[in-house]
Each structure stands twice: as C-alpha cells, then as structure tokens.
Antibody, heavy 115, light 107 residues
Framework: EVQLVESGGDLVQPGESLRLSCAVS????????VNWVRQAPGKGLEWLSV???????DYADSVKGRFTVSRDNSRNTLFLQMNSLTTEDTAVYYCARGDGFFDYWGQGTLVIVSS | DIQMTQSPSSLSASVGDRVTITCRAS??????VAWYQQKPGKAPKFLLY???RLGSGVPSRFTGSGSGTEYTLTVNTLQSEDSATYYC?????????FGQGTKVEIK
C-alpha cells in the first residue's frame, strides 16, 4: 500500500526556518518523482517543487532560493527545508507522488508563520 | 506560467443531477490535465488524468473531456458523497498549476 506521511509542521516566527519530512512506503523515492504542494487556509493548491529520479529538483518562483528539497534514499524519505519564512508561507504542506499528475498524497502537515 | 481558470467557483445541485465544471487554460495544455477532489480537512484525491482517464478505483460517474485550452469534469448522477471542492491541474509545463477550485454542494 502506498503511503506518504508528512511531519515537522509547527508554529514559527517570521524569518525562521523549518524542515518538513515526507516518509514514504509502498514505493521507492529514488525511482519516482515526488512533489511538494501547499494550501494556504481557505485557498487553493499551489505546487512548490519536484524531486526528479536523479535527485535534482525544480521549484516554483515563489519559493526558489528559500526552499530546498533533499532526499534520504536509505530512509525512503524526502525533506523540504524552508528558510526565511514569512506569514505568506502559512499553509498545509503536502507531499505527493507523480511525474505530472499526483496520484498519491500525504495527509499534510500544518505550518503557521506568525509573530 | 499556464493559468488555469475554473468555472463556476461554486454550484449547488441535487442528488441524481449531472454537474459540469469547466477549466480553461491560458495556453494549449495538449490534454495534460488532471482533476482532484478535496473534502474539508482532507488531502486532495486524484480522480482523472490525461483529460479523460480515470484513476484507479474512481467511480465511472466521473468523466472528463476537452482539448486545447478547454476541459471539463462531469459528475453524472451526483451522489451525496460527491460534495467537495474540485480542482483541475495542468502538467504540460512546469510550474504545475491548479485551477482555483469549484465547490460542489448538495441541495
């Protein structure tokens, strides 16, 4: 059974950093594309990043230079390092599998950026 | 970036009705369009890809069509459990982009 489980969401102050995790079971992260998507309260879905099979990544302009994805193949886990957080980054963060469309999603983890 | 514009933003329909949601892309997405269903407090659920292909386990009352810049999701014979917000998404280009969502309510 395919499962993605996000963790690491928290309440942080503007300017701080946070690292989210996406633990995967049922498929191998090193053989699949995995994305991060977020949803601000009461808003729609925003794609943030993709990690390619070769470990390289692409990012949305809104987070480029502040967010970095990485992967631990031995733990079948992906990470989203988020720096210089602002109140605009307050959202539920999802990881999702897919090259193009996203067939499996995690349950999400809530990040609140507030002073 | 490719903009995806959904209409309507919300609708109300009765059980058994047929409802149609439209998604217009700012440029040709060559049928690389997916649809998702999201219920309150839950993660999005994948419904269709490549405009009209059903995801695994998705009921056949969900159908998709379209080409070029205009795509539709139709829910035939609406059920009470179909009350949700629906999103289209293009995957022809990066960044992947979503429509703003259509909230479907049951009368």
């Amino acid at each position: 059974e395919v499962q993605l489980v996000e963790s690491g969401g928290d309440l942080v102050q503007p300017g701080e950093s946070l690292r989210l995790s996406c633990a995967v079971s049922g498929f191998t992260v090193s053989s699949n594309y995995v994305n991060w998507v977020r949803q601000a309260p009461g808003k729609g879905l925003e794609w943030l990043s993709v990690t390619y099979i070769n470990g390289a990544a692409d990012y949305a302009d809104s987070v480029k230079g502040r967010f970095t994805v990485s992967r631990d193949n031995s733990r079948n886990t992906l990470f989203l390092q988020m720096n210089s957080l602002t109140t605009e980054d307050t959202a539920v963060y999802y990881c999702a599998r897919g090259d193009g469309f996203f067939d499996y999603w995690g349950q999400g983890t809530l990040v609140i950026v507030s002073s | 970036d490719i903009q995806m514009t959904q209409s309507p933003s919300s609708l109300s329909a009765s059980v058994g009705d047929r409802v149609t949601i439209t998604c217009r892309a700012s440029e040709d997405t060559h049928k690389s369009v997916a649809w998702y269903q999201q219920k309150p407090g839950k993660a999005p659920k994948f419904l269709l890809y490549a405009t009209s292909r059903l995801g695994s386990g998705v009921p056949s009352r969900f159908t998709g069509s379209g080409s070029g810049t205009e795509y539709t999701l139709t829910v035939n014979t609406l059920q009470s459990e179909d009350s949700a917000t629906y999103y289209c998404q293009q995957y022809y280009h990066y960044p992947r982009t979503f429509g703003q969502g259509t909230k479907v309510e049951i009368k």
